[in-house]
């Protein structure tokens, strides 16, 4: 297996953030996927995973 590349590192970072977050796990934990899809569609979740791209790339320089 190869190493990363710095952009699959970076995403991969943001993925582990945006899982990390308590409304997500709920979210996955009622395993309701309109639920799901209707929260991944809200203004919080793109703040959230744009939260994510900056904390993660400002960890990674």
């Not at 409304?23 to 309109?34: F, G, S």
Request: glycine share 6%; aromatic share 6%; proline share 5%.
């Amino acid at each position: 297996m190869s190493a990363l590349t710095p952009a699959e590192a970076v995403i991969g970072g943001v993925v582990l953030y945006v899982a990390s977050d308590p409304r997500i796990q709920a979210m996955v934990a009622e395993n309701d996927e309109q639920h799901f899809v209707e929260g991944c569609k809200s203004p919080w979740f793109d703040q959230m995973v744009g939260q994510a791209l900056i904390a993660v790339r400002e960890a990674s320089v």
